[in-house]
């Protein structure tokens, strides 16, 4: 009996440390700009950015889907927006010509781009396709 207590004990204080020591990733998209985008994109080994802008009225209809992924997703993917008005530099980057437009990173690389409006479940399909 006291064997297996230790055993629970020993498990727990391991599950403990465990999630002490992996870095907590947020639950809802973080402001992306030209000043920091380079550093997300070391940072976070999976990174999705919404690029947008206040006047498009397709960006409003994405907004509550990028919400969405990024709490279901979040042990797992970090979200970004990027307002194209105010980052020119990084829209130039990687060609930004439409709004919405969702750049996909892995591991420090551009694994794709996604645009236009797309149900949720399109766009988590094709996330995870490019996340693959």
């Known amino acids: 009996m006291d064997n297996e207590l230790e055993k629970i004990r020993q498990q727990k204080l391991k599950e403990m440390m465990d999630t002490m020591n992996s870095p907590q990733l947020p639950d809802t998209p973080i402001e992306i700009t030209d000043q920091n985008?380079?550093?997300?994109?070391?940072?976070?080994?999976?990174?999705?950015?919404?690029?947008?802008?206040?006047?498009?009225?397709?960006?409003?209809m994405v907004a509550p889907t990028i919400e969405?992924?990024?709490?279901?997703?979040?042990?797992?993917?970090?979200?970004?927006?990027?307002?194209?008005?105010?980052?020119?530099?990084?829209?130039?980057?990687?060609?930004?010509?439409?709004?919405?437009?969702i750049l996909v990173f892995?591991?420090?690389?551009?694994?794709?781009?996604?645009?236009?409006?797309?149900?949720?479940?399109?766009m988590d399909n094709k996330i995870t396709e490019l996340l693959q």
């Open 68 to 101: 969405a992924l990024a709490k279901e997703k979040s042990q797992k993917v970090v979200f970004g927006k990027l307002d194209i008005d105010h980052n020119h530099q990084t829209a130039m980057k990687y060609s930004i010509s439409a709004v919405p437009s």
């Open 106 to 122: 892995k591991n420090g690389q551009l694994k794709g781009k996604i645009l236009g409006a797309l149900p949720k479940s399109q």
């Open 37 to 60: 985008i380079g550093t997300a994109i070391n940072d976070y080994p999976q990174l999705v950015v919404d690029c947008w802008a206040v006047w498009c009225g397709p960006c409003t």
